[in-house]
């Protein structure tokens, strides 16, 4: 059977043995088959299932991504020699000597499940997962902004307006040579959050994407004011 190596900066932390029939679950938590503690690794952030004789990676809607060979994937055929990067960490999967490898070439199904190109694709993941959360879930929660770099706290979007940008009265503060005082507002709306470019030179971006005026904000998007990096995603009204 094949074998998961996990490494940290070049060294070798544990060895698991991949069996048929087994899904083994990879994450933050300690219920995890295979636990990577890094702050920005999800808690369910990936899983290994088996078909037939192929092994196959699937991403758990991870707030950062799942990446093979530096290919962010939702879901991806393994191989001899693979790289999965998931935060900090990296698994090598192999089969042992003498083992017989699956067929290496690309079905259907990989080609429709492969990434093509990591920015433009991450946008893509941030869309189709966005689409999971229902009307009514939304109701139940309310927007949070988690930054993804930093030892930033989680801003609840509590308020009907949350202002970005570099004045220290900004609700987010954000550094930046061409970002403006008020870089950046989200509206809290009835059907709703909404992000509108303010003032300065440097715009925001979500998802990669330029915003010139005011675009709709959907679960794991990703936004992007002067150096910060942030996601928006819900969270119970309760927590």
Same mark, same amino acid.
């Given at each position: 059977?094949?074998?998961?190596?996990?490494?940290?900066?070049?060294?070798?932390?544990?060895?698991?043995?991949l069996e048929k029939g087994k899904i083994p679950t990879i994450g933050r938590l300690d219920n995890n088959d295979i636990v990577i503690s890094d702050s920005i690794v999800s808690g369910q952030h990936a899983q290994i299932a088996?078909?037939?004789?192929?092994?196959?990676l699937t991403d758990r809607q991870s707030r950062n991504g799942t990446f093979v060979n530096k290919q962010l994937v939702i879901s991806r055929k393994l191989k001899h020699g693979d790289i999965i990067t998931i935060g900090k960490?990296?698994?090598?999967?192999?089969?042992?000597? +003498?083992? @017989?490898?699956?067929?290496?070439? *690309?079905? /259907?199904?990989? !080609?429709?499940?492969?990434?093509?190109? %990591?920015?433009?694709?991450?946008?893509?993941?941030?869309?189709?997962?966005?689409?999971?959360?229902?009307?009514?879930?939304?109701?139940?929660?309310? +927007?949070? @902004?988690?930054?993804?770099?930093? *030892?930033? /706290?989680?801003? !609840?979007?509590?308020?009907?307006?949350? %202002?970005?940008?570099?004045?220290?009265?900004?609700?987010?503060?954000?550094?930046?040579?061409?970002?403006?005082?008020?870089?950046?507002?989200?509206?809290?709306?009835?059907?709703?959050?909404?992000?509108?470019?303010?003032?300065?030179?440097?715009?925001?971006?979500?998802?990669?994407?330029?915003?010139?005026?005011?675009?709709?904000?959907?679960?794991?998007?990703?936004?992007?004011?002067?150096?910060?990096?942030?996601?928006?995603?819900?969270?119970?009204?309760?927590?």
């Amino acid at each position: 059977m094949p074998i998961l190596t996990l490494r940290f900066q070049n060294k070798t932390i544990q060895k698991y043995h991949l069996e048929k029939g087994k899904i083994p679950t990879i994450g933050r938590l300690d219920n995890n088959d295979i636990v990577i503690s890094d702050s920005i690794v999800s808690g369910q952030h990936a899983q290994i299932a088996s078909e037939g004789d192929s092994f196959f990676l699937t991403d758990r809607q991870s707030r950062n991504g799942t990446f093979v060979n530096k290919q962010l994937v939702i879901s991806r055929k393994l191989k001899h020699g693979d790289i999965i990067t998931i935060g900090k960490h990296t698994m090598l999967f192999t089969y042992q000597e +003498g083992e @017989i490898r699956p067929d290496d070439t *690309e079905d /259907e199904m990989t !080609r429709r499940t492969m990434a093509v190109d %990591t920015s433009q694709h991450r946008g893509k993941l941030a869309r189709s997962v966005s689409k999971i959360v229902s009307q009514a879930h939304a109701r139940e929660t309310i +927007g949070v @902004i988690t930054f993804l770099a930093g *030892e930033k /706290e989680v801003q !609840r979007l509590s308020k009907p307006s949350t %202002t970005i940008g570099k004045s220290p009265s900004s609700d987010i503060v954000v550094q930046g040579f061409w970002v403006g005082k008020t870089a950046a507002i989200i509206k809290k709306k009835p059907e709703g959050y909404f992000l509108s470019y303010v003032d300065g030179k440097s715009k925001p971006k979500v998802n990669y994407k330029t915003v010139r005026n005011e675009v709709g904000l959907n679960e794991f998007d990703v936004i992007e004011v002067g150096s910060a990096k942030m996601q928006f995603h819900f969270q119970s009204k309760k927590a």
